[in-house]
């Protein structure tokens, strides 16, 4: 990605660019993809299934799985290829296509223009939190020396593996 000279540099072009910087840009590093697509699934009620397998068929629009990739690209910082592997895609021509039909979805749909940016403020804030933990339970195992487990929310992080997984209640 760049040394941290390259960063602050890319961030304040930016920032003088627009004046505003997306949350998205304040992280350098990429929100997993597990998280994302729990996300979704949790924000549109419907399984992890519906969103990583492909649905064929005429005119079937899965908005949901659609967003997840959309947000695999942006917060997650994947490429396409990586992204087909990700949903079950045969090529990563479909997730171009995908993310383009959901970008003319939300032109003409504010309410799914708001959800796709109240879950990128969640994911964004989920993350941090997430990494803020795991910096502060990194230092407290390093002291003990012993590798540790621990739950935030209906989330468990492991710190040997640097994962985040979802807890069913």
Same mark, same amino acid.
């Given at each position: ?15 003088? =660019? ?42 079937? /629009? ?7 990739? =959309? ?74 020396? /012993? ?23």
């Amino acid at each position: 990605m760049g040394g941290d000279e390259f960063k602050k540099k890319i961030f304040r072009s930016e920032e003088e =660019r627009s004046g505003e910087i997306s949350g998205a840009s304040l992280i350098f590093e990429e929100v997993p993809a597990h998280l994302i697509i729990e996300e979704v699934s949790k924000r549109f009620g419907i399984p992890v299934y519906d969103i990583t397998e492909a649905k064929r068929g005429k005119g079937k /629009k899965n908005i949901p799985r659609m967003v997840g990739m =959309r947000l695999c690209q942006t917060l997650g910082r994947k490429k396409l290829s990586d992204i087909a592997k990700i949903f079950n895609v045969g090529h990563y021509s479909t997730v171009s296509s995908s993310i383009r039909i959901l970008r003319k979805e939300v032109e003409s749909n504010k309410k799914l223009q708001n959800l796709i940016n109240i879950l990128t403020q969640d994911l964004t804030r989920l993350f941090l939190i997430t990494m803020n933990l795991h910096r502060k339970q990194k230092t407290l195992c390093q002291s003990v020396g /012993k590798p540790s487990l621990f739950l935030t929310g209906t989330f468990r992080y492991d710190v040997g593996r640097n994962e985040v997984s979802h807890i069913d209640p």
